[in-house]
Structures are given as structure tokens and as C-alpha cells.
């Protein structure tokens, strides 16, 4: 079975403090897909990035970066210098080439305050 | 404009009201799916299709059902809702289970 945890149901950061966000998921399959979509207040969903498991390679967009580690199977994201446009829930998701479903994990809802 | 379209956005009826919340998108994805989102408990999986008449179960199918006649559409269908179906409702579609997502603004579903 496939899972995906996100164990921080909610962090709380003053600006410009940097913050990392845990994922750690679970599955049997050798080819899978990682993705992180984050969720502001007015509620929308918005794709940030997807892995695929033969691609370790850490990945740095601006101030966001991401790490996934299959050793620990754990795709971790980091907003470094965080602003108030970061508050926001954050999902992991995990899919697999064998099966067509997308799990979710239960969010983390990140506050950062000025 | 790219986008996934769904109606209503915001919904209370009342319980065994059967309902339809409607889901399309302009993309031409294969692959389209429906969520709910609860608190703590994240985004679950209700339904997805991966093309035309073909459709299966997510993780938390019971009590709703979809049809996928057209390549752009993809509607769920309460048939007896219940206030355990009280939600946060989303549509999504992609390339595929391993594309990223669009997702669709969310409906707000109150069963009374």
C-alpha cells in the first residue's frame, strides 16, 4: 500500500526564518512520482514540483528547495527566508507507474508571521 | 485560459437530495479525478478516470459515483448524500496519475 506522512500538522515562523517541511512516504514500486502542491488561504490548489524516483537530484527554485532522499524516503522542502506570501497548507502527494491513484498526505499548514 | 470549471461552488441541501457537482476542463486531459478534503485529514482520492468510460475507485469511493462520457467532463454524483459528505470538494485533471495536477476552485458541500 501506498503512503505518504506528513508528520508537522502546522508550523509557526517569524519572517525571514528559514523552515523545513517533512514528507516521508511509502511504497513497493521502483518507479513512483513525488510532487508538493501548496494551498494559500483563498483556497486554491497550485502544483509546485514533481520527482520521479530515478531523479535524487536536489532541485532549487528561488527561495524554495527540495530534497529527496530515497535512502530515508523522504522528499523534504525548504522555503528559505520565508515571507508572509508562504502561509499557506502544504501537500505532499505520491503516484506510482503501476497504479493511477494520487495519495495525498494530510498537509502541513505553515504561518509565517512578520 | 487553461483551467478545470466547477459548479456549484458552494452548496447545502438537505440528506437523500440526490446532487451532481459538475467538473470540465479545456486542456484535453486524459486523466481526471475527484477529492475531498477534510481537516486533518488532507486530500483523499474519491474517484479518477484515466479516459473515456474508463473509471475507478480511489480511496474513499462509498457513496458517490462518476461517469466519464466525454473526454472534458467528469461529474460526481451524490445519489443519497449524507452529512458525513459534508466537504470540500475538488476536481482535478493532468496528463495522467504522474503529470501534475490542475485542480479545479472547490465546492462546498453541506448536507443537512
Known amino acids: 500500500a501506498q503512503k505518504v506522512t506528513q508528520a508537522q500538522t502546522e508550523i509557526s515562523v517569524v519572517e525571514k526564518e528559514d523552515v523545513t517541511l517533512d514528507c516521508v512516504y511509502e511504497?513497493?514500486?521502483?518507479?513512483?512520482?513525488l510532487f508538493w502542491y501548496k494551498q494559500p488561504p483563498s483556497g486554491e490548489l497550485v502544483f509546485l514540483i514533481r520527482?520521479?524516483?530515478?531523479?535524487?537530484q536536489n532541485e532549487i527554485s528561488g527561495r524554495y528547495s527540495w530534497n529527496f532522499q530515497k535512502s530515508t524516503s523522504s522528499f523534504n522542502f525548504t522555503i528559505t527566508a520565508s515571507q508572509v506570501v508562504d502561509s499557506a497548507v502544504y501537500f505532499c502527494?505520491?503516484?506510482?507507474?503501476?497504479?493511477?491513484?494520487?495519495?495525498f498526505g494530510t498537509g502541513t499548514r505553515l504561518q509565517v508571521f512578520p | 485560459e487553461a483551467q478545470v470549471t466547477q459548479n456549484p461552488r458552494y452548496l447545502i441541501t438537505v440528506t437523500g437530495k440526490k446532487l451532481t457537482v459538475t467538473c470540465s476542463q479545456n486542456m484535453n486531459h486524459e486523466y481526471m479525478s475527484w477529492y475531498r478534503q477534510d481537516p486533518g485529514l488532507g486530500l483523499r482520492q474519491i474517484y479518477y478516470s484515466m479516459n473515456v468510460e474508463v473509471t475507478d475507485k480511489g480511496d474513499v469511493p462509498e457513496g458517490y459515483k462518476v461517469s466519464r462520457k466525454e473526454k472534458r467532463n467528469f461529474p460526481l454524483i451524490l445519489e443519497s448524500p449524507s452529512p458525513n459528505q459534508t466537504s470540500l470538494y475538488f476536481c482535478?485533471?493532468?496528463?495522467?496519475?504522474?503529470?501534475?495536477?490542475?485542480f479545479g476552485d472547490g465546492t462546498r458541500l453541506s448536507i443537512l
Open positions: 482535478a485533471s493532468g496528463q495522467g496519475a504522474n503529470q501534475p495536477q490542475h
Open positions: 511504497t513497493r514500486d521502483t518507479t513512483y512520482y
Open positions: 502527494a505520491l503516484s506510482s507507474y503501476n497504479t493511477d491513484k494520487l495519495i
Open positions: 520527482r520521479n524516483s530515478f531523479d535524487e
